[in-house]
């Protein structure tokens, strides 16, 4: 896609600029992290009041709060964060509202094919599943989210979607003895979106168009983005 035919497309989708959602988590000490990953440390290393200027050390994983996928994430020879394509990071998609389903159950064909009418070729998929709603609950265990069964990313290819987004810290069930589902989209140049806010929530049935950005970390696996959504007149 050339920028050309980019700004072309982004004017006919009518977007309305006034209703923008963040539906990124906040980066911080102490944040959730799947378990296991590490954890994110935002330091002071210099201060307005000493140095004459405040500066911060950033150390976290690469899968940190909101963040991407990169197909190299399971996928041998895959592209990496820097290599993923602006026009597949932003664009028109829709948020399906698969809450009905018990946090930490598993999501198959038959549960998206509910919504094979409101799914585009070329969409940019976010599924809320309220998994989001305990981020930050106290006592909270994140090993428990609802996850995408094999034949759920089968329906999502079968849909020639462009990304998928969800608000878990994984597609994958925790546990997994083998990333099926991650290799799947990942394998089929799908990148991801995990983490997502419960922002998106507030989205639920709604064509949106998504604008999604990554650091631009050269040849990593993933990385942490400011992933915001607009509602587009319907
Ligand atoms: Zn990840």
Known sequence: MDLGSF??????????????????????????????????????????DEEGVNLTRLVMGSHVGTHIDAPIHFVEGGSSLDEIPLSTLMGEGVVLDLSYREVGTGLSWED???????????????IYTGTSDHWGEEGWDYRRFTYIEDSGAMWLLEKDVKMVGIDCMSVEKFGFSEPVVHRLLLGSGVPLIESLSKVMGELVGNRVFVICLPLKLKGVD???????ACLIEQ
């Open 7 to 48: 700004i072309v497309s982004f004017d006919e989708v009518k977007v309305d600029v006034s209703r923008f959602f963040d539906l990124s988590h906040v980066i911080e000490n102490g944040m959730p992290v799947y378990p296991g990953d590490p954890e994110p440390s935002v330091e002071r290393v210099a201060s307005l």
């Open 112 to 126: 998206f094919e509910k919504f094979s009418s409101l799914v585009k070729e070329g969409d940019i998929v976010l």
């Open 222 to 228: 993933g990385g942490p983005a400011r992933v915001i």
